[in-house]
C-alpha cells in the first residue's frame, strides 16, 4: 500500500473541496473500483470495505448478476415514468417486496428514490390516513435530513441547527438505550418502563393520543449508535399504539434487506409493523426505496403523492437480481453466521482493551462502543476518531455511528478470513490510537 491518500486521492480532495458542497465526509479515500467485499482506490491501494457505502451493498461492489441486468434494463429503456405509465418490472418487484415484508395482510408498495424519501412519503401516508398531526419517535433516531424526516430525525445537533421550524407535529421519547439508559434502571428489572413511559407519562400530560397518527421507530437504531431494544420493547410499543389507533412504522432503511440475519430487523422482534420503509440495499447500489404498507391505507384519490423517479426501470432490474441472489445463494443466512462471528471477535478485542466499552448489534449490523475510564462509561469520541484513522491508513475502511461508536456494515457476502482479517487491522488501529493519544 502506498500512503493513504496518495497524489491522485490528494488531488481529487482538493478539488471536491473547492467543487462540493460539505457534507459528511469519513477518510479521504478516493474509490476507483469494486469487487466483492474490496475497494480499489485511485492509487492502487486496496481496502477492505465495512462500510459498504453505508448498507448499500448487500451482495458486494460489481456482482457480475446486478451489472448485467442493469446493463440490460439499460438497453432497452430506462424511464418512463412508472407513476403515470405502468412497468411490468415494478409489478415484479412489488410482488416481491409484499412476500419477503412482514406479515400475511394484504399489502400495497409505492417506490421511491432513497431512504429519506420513503420516510416521507411513510408520514405523509400516515397523516392522511389517520387525520392527526403529530408522529412520535425516538431521541437519537435518524430517519433523513429532507425536511419531514428531518422532523424526526433527532441523532445529532448539527443534522437539525439552523433549520427550525420544521413540518410540525414532531414528539421525541428517550431510546431503549440499555447500556446509557436514560432514566438509570437495568434490564429487565426495569419492567420496560422506557416503552411503558409512553402511555404513562406522555399521554398523560403533553401528547394526547388521539392526536397521533404515527409512531416511528428503526428496530436497530443506525446513526443514533447501532443500539438494539431489549427484548419486548417494540411488541409494548406496538401494542399501545394498537390501543389508540396509532399507525408503527418500521425504518428499515439501514436494518433491512437481510442486514440483520433476517429480510427486515422488526422480524427479531414478533412485530408486524403497519408501514415500513427500505432503501439503501434495495438497489443494489442504484437509488431505490420503498414503502411497504398494510392495502387499505393506500390514498383513495389520485395525486395525493406521487414522484417522477421512483421504480426507475433500471433501479428496479438491480433491485431484482439482488433479492434474487439473496435468496438463491444463502446470503441472509450468511449475514446471521458471520454476524455472530464478527461479535465474537469484537468481544475478544473488548477483553484486551477495556476502551471498548460496549459491542452490540444484529447480524452484520454491528457496533463497538468506545469509552474512556469512569463509572458512568463516559464517550470517548477522540479515542473512537483516531481508531477510525487508523484503521482506513491500514486499508479498512469503517464508519461512525453515535456519540463514540464504530459501526462494521461489511457486504453481506464477507467471508470468515475476511472478518478475520478485519479484526486483525482493527487490532492494530486501536493499539495504535491508545499510543498516539
Not at 220 to 234: F, T
Not at 288 to 299: N, P, S, T, W
Not at 408 to 436: C, K, R
Request: net charge neutral.
Amino acid at each position: 500500500m502506498t500512503p493513504i491518500p496518495g497524489p491522485n486521492a490528494q488531488r481529487i480532495v482538493a478539488q471536491d473541496t473547492q467543487l462540493m458542497m460539505t457534507s459528511t465526509k469519513s477518510a479521504p479515500i478516493a474509490a476507483a473500483s469494486g469487487q466483492g467485499v474490496w475497494i480499489t482506490d485511485v492509487d492502487g491501494n486496496r481496502l477492505l470495505d465495512f462500510a459498504s457505502g453505508v448498507g448499500v451493498l448487500a451482495v458486494g461492489h460489481c456482482h457480475p448478476e446486478v451489472v448485467r441486468a442493469v446493463q440490460e434494463q439499460a438497453g432497452k429503456l430506462s424511464h418512463f415514468a412508472g407513476t403515470d405509465y405502468y412497468y411490468d418490472i415494478q409489478n415484479r418487484l412489488a410482488q416481491k417486496l409484499t412476500e419477503i415484508t412482514p406479515g400475511s395482510h394484504a399489502k400495497k408498495v409505492f417506490f421511491v428514490n432513497s431512504g429519506a424519501e420513503s420516510v416521507e412519503a411513510a408520514l405523509k401516508l400516515a397523516r392522511w390516513n389517520r387525520r392527526r398531526p403529530i408522529t412520535i419517535g425516538l431521541l437519537g433516531a435518524f430517519h433523513g435530513r429532507t425536511m419531514g424526516a428531518l422532523t424526526m430525525t433527532s441523532s445529532k445537533p448539527n443534522q437539525r441547527g439552523r433549520f427550525e421550524p420544521f413540518t410540525g407535529g414532531g414528539h421525541h421519547i428517550p431510546p431503549p438505550y440499555c447500556f446509557r439508559c436514560p432514566y438509570k434502571l437495568t434490564y429487565p428489572s426495569c419492567d420496560l418502563y422506557c416503552a411503558k413511559i409512553l402511555k404513562e407519562l406522555y399521554f398523560e400530560t403533553a401528547i394526547p393520543p388521539d392526536d397521533v397518527a404515527a409512531f416511528i421507530a428503526e428496530p436497530l437504531m443506525g446513526e443514533g449508535g447501532y443500539v438494539v431494544p431489549p427484548p419486548g420493547w417494540h411488541r409494548a410499543i406496538k401494542s399501545i399504539c394498537d390501543e389508540h389507533g396509532i399507525l408503527f412504522i418500521s425504518d428499515e432503511v439501514q436494518a433491512g434487506m437481510g442486514r440483520t440475519g433476517k429480510w427486515f430487523a422488526i422480524e427479531h422482534h414478533g412485530v408486524v409493523p403497519d408501514i415500513l420503509t427500505t432503501a439503501k440495499a434495495l438497489g443494489g447500489g442504484l437509488p431505490m426505496g420503498a414503502i411497504v404498507f398494510r392495502k387499505e391505507l393506500d390514498y383513495t384519490v389520485p395525486g395525493a403523492h406521487s414522484n417522477t423517479f421512483g421504480g426507475n426501470l433500471v433501479a428496479g432490474a438491480a433491485s431484482l437480481a439482488t433479492i434474487g441472489i439473496l435468496e438463491r445463494d444463502h446470503v441472509i443466512e450468511n449475514a446471521r453466521k458471520q454476524g455472530e462471528h464478527l461479535m465474537a471477535r469484537l468481544r475478544e478485542l473488548q477483553q484486551k482493551y477495556p476502551a471498548i466499552g460496549d459491542v452490540r448489534g444484529l447480524g452484520l449490523m454491528v457496533a463497538a462502543e468506545f469509552v474512556a475510564p469512569g463509572r458512568d462509561h463516559p464517550p470517548d469520541v477522540k479515542l473512537r476518531d483516531r481508531v477510525m484513522d487508523e484503521s482506513w491508513h491500514r486499508g479498512l475502511i469503517l464508519l461512525p455511528c453515535g456519540k463514540s461508536a464504530l459501526r462494521f456494515i461489511p457486504p453481506l457476502i464477507v467471508q470468515t478470513d475476511e472478518v478475520d482479517e478485519a479484526i486483525e487491522i482493527l487490532d492494530a488501529a486501536i493499539g495504535a490510537a491508545l499510543g498516539s493519544g
